[in-house]
């Protein structure tokens, strides 16, 4: 579990005000000196990253971040950076290490309740209070929520975080997929180009998380390229029962499966996983309101040397500007670099997100929404402009 990509890992983000031991937590949840701590105020200056497994929660990513109280002009970009964690925010600990005032905590509550992030709250430094019981309930009064008493410096009440995290995490499993699409024994043919962004010797991220799933659910699995998709075919006795493409061959593939095979694409699953995939579609259709006028968005989730052929950067810009008008202008946004203010864009054309978690995916979603911005991926986007959207079967 160590090795899973931080976009499968359960993001659990720690908030505080400075020097209330949220860095001295990380470390007693890690059991390594992951944080640096010290008991000068404002240590922690930007997010800290640790991957590790929390039993039973599996594999998590944990986040400490800079004290929500900062002040002056620094203090203040330090605040902005821990507001935008919020945006990848799977679970909260909310950190305190003194009941008496609670207005900071009540107002990352409020908005950690508003954004339905699970939340546990936390009383730490546990050791120097002298009525433990009174100052529980002083919190549970002022947040209408118990706290969970540890002491990060001792390492007393770490396990019972644990078990809260668990708790409040519920049974979240994550949806197949492919669900609704194959079921075991199924066989599932993948077709699977490789180009010059896909690392040398490897598949890309949705490849691999695509195959350990159809394993997991005992399909039966072919894998080719474009080029064999023909041969392929002729090797199985029966059709597949669906086929997984990439996005960038939606169209030869179409002309070539058989009439009962079932077709998607590996963005399309990305899709359903990642996203609102209704919200998508619609953005998907939306690719026919452009004008020669528009300005166009392209968001990338991760951040690489753009090659020749890119997807998202030459590809998807001349299929559409081929089609609605060559003026159109598009803007790229890679990684966590996403534009605050998105309604000078007419349409945004996202990746999968496979290197996203999908909490980080919605947040971007709903932000477009919010600002009434039409948002899609490059799969259905490239579905749509081929005019198989409507053939394209969806999880």
């Not at 078990?163 to 043919?189: F, M, Q, R």
């Not at 978690?357 to 947040?363: A, E, G, V």
Request: aromatic share 4%; proline share 6%.
């Amino acid at each position: 579990m160590n090795n899973s990509p931080q976009s499968l890992r359960r993001h659990i983000a720690i908030y505080g005000r400075r020097n209330v031991g949220k860095s001295s937590l990380l470390n007693a949840l890690t059991g390594q000196q992951v944080a640096i701590v010290s008991p000068e105020a404002g240590t922690t200056t930007d997010p800290v990253n640790r991957a590790m497994e929390i039993l039973p929660l599996g594999p998590c990513l944990l986040i400490d971040t800079a004290g929500f109280d900062d002040e002056g002009n620094v203090g203040n970009l330090r605040n902005e950076r821990t507001h935008k964690v919020l945006d990848q925010t799977d679970m909260a600990i909310l950190v305190m290490d003194q009941p008496e005032d609670s207005s900071y905590e009540k107002k990352w509550l409020d908005e950690l309740n508003r954004l339905e992030i699970p939340t546990v709250v936390v009383l730490n430094k546990a050791d120097a209070i002298d009525d433990i019981e009174v100052a529980i309930e002083k919190i549970n009064s002022a947040l209408g929520i118990k706290p969970i008493s540890v002491s990060a410096k001792c390492h007393e009440g770490i396990d019972t975080l644990r078990k809260a995290l668990a708790h409040a995490a519920g049974d979240d499993e994550k949806t197949s997929l492919t669900a609704g699409l194959a079921k075991p024994g199924d066989t599932v043919l993948l077709v699977m180009p490789q180009d010059p962004q896909a690392p040398k010797g490897r598949l890309i991220l949705p490849q691999v998380q695509t195959i350990r799933d159809l394993l997991d659910k005992g399909c039966i699995i072919t894998c080719c390229s474009v080029d064999t998709l023909e041969q392929s075919l002729n090797t199985m006795t029966e059709p597949p029962t669906l086929i997984i493409t990439d996005s960038q061959v939606f169209s030869q593939v179409y002309q070539k499966k058989p009439e009962s095979s079932l077709l998607t694409s590996f963005s399309v699953l990305m899709a359903a996983t990642k996203g609102n995939i209704e919200m998508l579609i619609e953005g998907a259709k939306a690719i026919d309101r452009l004008t020669p006028q528009s300005s166009v968005l392209i968001a990338e989730a991760c951040t690489h040397a753009p090659m020749s052929e890119d997807i998202g950067r030459e590809k998807i810009p001349r299929m559409i500007r081929k089609k609605y008008g060559e003026s159109i202008s598009f803007d790229i946004h890679a990684g966590k670099d996403y534009p605050t203010d998105l309604k000078k864009y007419d349409l945004i054309v996202h990746c999968g997100a496979c290197m996203f978690n999908r909490r980080l995916m919605l947040s971007r979603i709903v932000r477009a929404q919010e600002q009434g911005v039409p948002i899609t991926n490059y799969g259905l986007a490239i579905a749509h402009l081929q005019g198989i959207l409507d053939k394209v079967s969806l999880p």
